[in-house]
């Protein structure tokens, strides 16, 4: 693969290529969490919020990004989640490429910021983020599972 041929495009409509792709990005990404289904998939490709980003190549997708912009009382924010290349395009300039386009993405739709979360362990990851400009915040990320209500 020569990632200097790959383009980075947002998904605007559900097809088999796309629920394919995920289907095999997905569990690359997480081991924890099945792939969208096709109704779920199609709920993100619509959503105002939720900006998909693919890195595709001869209708082959190497990697994805989400990108959720929302707008609370302090302004426009931006959010990068779910950023996954595939095993086989790792190392190879996809990841930077993803997330330049979410970076330039968010500025276009007027974000003030873009925040990620890197697990420590996702070490080529956390060296992209700061190379491309993100800086560690000092800060806590808390979760609370839905399932603890029951």
């Known amino acids: 693969m020569s990632y200097w041929s790959v383009e980075i495009i947002e998904v605007t409509e559900f097809s088999e290529e796309i629920f394919e ?48 912009v929302f707008r609370i009382p302090t302004g426009l924010r931006a959010w990068v989640e779910d950023v996954v290349v595939d095993s086989e395009a790792r190392g190879k300039g996809v990841g930077s490429m993803l997330s330049q386009a979410a970076l330039d993405l968010a500025k276009d739709l007027g974000a003030s910021t873009v925040d990620l979360t890197s697990r420590p362990s996702r070490e080529a990851a956390n060296r ?23």
């Open 21 to 68: 792709a995920f289907q095999r990005l997905t569990p690359q990404l997480s081991k924890s969490n099945p792939a969208p289904s096709k109704e779920a998939l199609t709920k993100i490709i619509n959503s105002e919020a939720c900006h998909l980003l693919i890195a595709i190549e001869d209708d082959y997708i190497w990697g994805s990004l989400s990108l959720v």
């Open 128 to 150: 992209l983020y700061k190379r491309l400009g993100f800086e560690k915040r000092e800060t806590n990320v808390y979760r609370f599972s839905i399932g603890d209500l029951s």
